[in-house]
């Protein structure tokens, strides 16, 4: 008798927690009101095991990159900014045919002597992802990054959400982060 009764107060306690009324943006309820774009990508889209999902990786001689003011090259004095990659994190999903990544490095800024405070400048970072050497995805990315005014140093953080690789593919893939340090540009 007494485990009947326990057994029902437990199972309305159990009803009564689902007739909670919730926000829904705490739900995921999108503008769609039948539901049926939400059900598509929950379809189409599944998260992959973090361990899947191939690593990131800062490509030696890439995680530095020294930019100098008036032409000089290599002249701690004429050091206008050095920006620095560390950590990494990425992201999976996989569709029906791609494994699509989200990709994410910190980054630091650090002004020279012949660099301005308060000022923001580009610096070409590139996302590469490679099969033993095929390479099946490379992009660079002009990432804007602001010095503080009210210091030579500061921090941010770069994220690349597209980078779409074939699906299947992410036992052998390695991801590559660093800076694009190509010929500069000639001004016109």
Do not use: W
């Amino acid at each position: 008798m007494t485990i009947r009764r326990f057994l029902g107060i437990s199972l309305l306690a159990v009803v009564a927690g689902c007739n909670q009324t919730d926000k829904p943006a705490d739900l995921g309820v999108t503008s769609d009101p039948s539901g049926l774009e939400t059900a598509h990508q929950q379809q189409t889209q599944v998260a992959v095991v973090q361990g899947s999902c191939p690593q990131v990786y800062l490509r030696d001689g890439t995680a530095v990159l020294q930019r100098y003011g008036k032409g000089a090259k290599d002249d701690p004095q004429n050091l206008a900014y050095q920006v620095t990659l560390a950590d990494t994190t990425r992201q999976c999903v996989m569709n029906e045919n791609q494994l699509v990544m989200t990709v994410m490095v910190q980054g630091r800024i650090v002004t020279g002597p012949a660099g301005a405070a308060g000022s923001t400048v580009n610096v070409p970072i590139r996302v590469t992802a490679s099969d033993g050497s095929n390479t099946v995805y490379s992009e660079v990315v002009q990432q804007p990054v602001t010095i503080p005014a009210d210091s030579g140093a500061g921090q941010f953080i770069f994220t690349k959400s597209d980078v779409a690789l074939p699906g299947g593919s992410g036992g052998f893939l390695r991801v590559y982060i660093g800076f694009d340090d190509g010929p500069a540009k000639k001004r016109k």
